[in-house]
């Protein structure tokens, strides 16, 4: 089993930015793939972001310039920072990880965009 959990989310106006973090109850290094992904109100959950088997990065069209993603493999976290927000960023932002095969969510943070 592997335990995520999301924090970070909030209340932004648009043009602001925002600092997600991942922590993960295991070994990151032992993780791969983990990344982040999100879903809006009446939509399909979407990648937002992820590391990739080769560890490389993975950006949605729509976050690429604006949002990185990064990983502490010493405090086992992965973040997102996310900058330049607009208002269609707006959404639950979820964590995901695939270890031995099987796959993990966390519980997933709010971020609003909104004046």
């Known amino acids: 089993q592997v335990q995520l959990v999301e924090s970070g989310g909030g209340l932004v106006q648009p043009g602001g930015s925002l600092r997600l973090s991942c922590a993960a109850s295991?070994?990151?290094?032992?993780?791969?793939?983990m990344g982040w992904y999100r879903q809006a109100p009446g939509k399909q959950r979407e990648l937002v972001a992820t590391?990739?088997?080769?560890?490389?990065?993975n950006y949605a069209d729509s976050v690429k310039g604006r949002f990185t993603i990064s990983r502490d493999n010493a405090k086992n976290t992965v973040y997102l920072q996310m900058n330049s927000l607009k208002p269609e960023d707006t959404a639950v932002y979820y964590c995901?990880?695939?270890?031995?095969?099987?796959?993990?969510w966390g519980q997933g943070t709010q971020v609003t965009v909104s004046s």
């Open positions: 995901r990880a695939i270890h031995y095969s099987m796959q993990f």
């Open positions: 295991i070994s990151i290094s032992s993780i791969n793939p």
């Open positions: 590391f990739t088997f080769g560890g490389s990065t």
